[in-house]
């Protein structure tokens, strides 16, 4: 079902507090030495496919094994005393879950973390193991908003969402700045959208750092609220979409998130789990790397567009590589 939301008035907009580059370039300095600068790949197969220069930002390697940690840690970093003490609680189908764990006991503070019921196993106890405690609930039929509003105002402690906050996006956008800062300006650049943290983060870093550059959000088809959203003009709610893209079975854009993409990014396109799939055995059997479906989204809708591409350089983010080893075997096997 598809329900509406009101989109932010004009007044209400001003009411936010919008990240800017600013803000990103903050975070970069903030997180130096605690996030890993991840590595820029390139394939001479993927290039030959699409005409084109590509640039992988492989956030897989990042600490925790997605770009997660970045937002977290600028989050964190910045609370005072008070909330150190009460703790962080946060809702997360996995690699936001893992971010906040570690940063929380990377800076000494207790973290509760709301997991779904089918959340990946190696997410779950990967988030046991930084030392979340974890609140589980179904995500079908629970509000899990809900439970951390409820968790925060019962225990004192600071909900940190996973995207939907200046400081989270802040802190994804500094993949970006990296990714240009090493290879120079782009032609193009795909970022996987759920709630749309990353892509938010990443346009405003690429806006200020290669102007021209087109900017474009890849979400699963069968979830294509972002899409929806971004052509209508306002935040579109959906029933959480049955995708193998975990990380990316968000409901509706966030209040922060929206207005930076409506006004930064260029398109927002989809890619089935069919597509998914050939492009983690394309990592793994090419790039020798193990991707998670989400950090496939954004070479799934760069592959399906080579005309557009040809001859263009071309940054394509991947967001993570947290996947159970058993099931990314049945996925590339087609068990």
């Given at each position: 079902m598809v329900r509406p939301i009101r989109p932010a008035l004009l007044n209400d907009r001003l009411m936010l507090t919008l990240p800017t580059y600013l803000d990103v370039a903050a975070a970069a300095e903030r997180i130096a030495g605690k996030a890993h600068?991840?590595?820029?790949?390139?394939?001479?197969?993927a290039d030959e496919e699409l005409g084109a220069k590509i640039f992988f930002k492989c956030e897989n390697?990042?600490?925790?094994?997605?770009?997660?940690?970045?937002?977290?840690?600028?989050?964190?970093?910045?609370?005072?005393?008070?909330?150190?003490?009460?703790?962080?609680?946060?809702?997360?189908?996995?690699?936001?879950?893992?971010?906040?764990?570690l940063s929380a006991k990377l800076l000494g503070m207790p973290a509760t973390i709301v997991m779904p019921l089918d959340a990946p196993a190696?997410?779950?106890?990967?988030?046991k193991g930084y030392g979340g405690n974890v609140v589980m609930y179904d995500r079908y039929t629970v509000d899990r908003e809900?439970?951390?509003r409820e968790l925060a105002e019962k225990h004192g402690m600071t909900l940190i969402p996973p995207y939907d906050h200046p400081h989270v996006i802040a802190g994804q956008g500094t993949a970006v700045k990296e990714l240009i800062e090493e290879v120079g300006?782009?032609?193009?650049?795909?970022?996987?959208l759920g709630g749309g943290g990353l892509?938010?983060?990443?346009?405003?870093?690429?806006?200020?750092?290669?102007p021209h550059c087109k900017i474009y959000g890849v979400e699963p088809r069968a979830g294509n609220d972002g899409q929806q959203s971004f052509r209508s003009g306002s935040i579109v709610h959906i029933d959480t979409p049955a995708t193998i893209a975990d990380g990316a079975q968000t409901q509706h854009l966030g209040q922060h998130t929206f207005p930076i993409i409506q006004r930064d990014v260029d398109d927002i396109f989809t890619a089935t789990d069919t597509e998914l799939v050939a492009c983690m055995r394309f990592f793994a059997e090419r790039m020798k790397m193990v991707v998670e479906p989400t950090g496939c989204l954004a070479f799934a809708a760069a592959r399906a567009m080579p005309d557009m591409l040809k001859g263009k350089r071309v940054g394509v983010?991947?967001?993570?590589g947290n996947v159970d080893i058993q099931r990314f075997g049945q996925f590339l096997t087609g068990d």
């Open positions: 600068k991840t590595p820029v790949m390139t394939s001479r197969t390697f990042q600490r925790m094994g997605a770009f997660k940690f970045r937002g977290a840690m600028n989050a964190l970093s910045q609370f005072d005393d008070k909330q150190r003490r009460g703790g962080v609680v946060a809702f997360s189908s996995g690699n936001h879950a893992q971010a906040i764990a190696v997410k779950i106890a990967a988030t809900q439970i951390g300006e782009l032609d193009a650049l795909f970022v996987c892509l938010a983060g990443s346009a405003l870093a690429a806006r200020q750092l290669s983010i991947i967001s993570g």
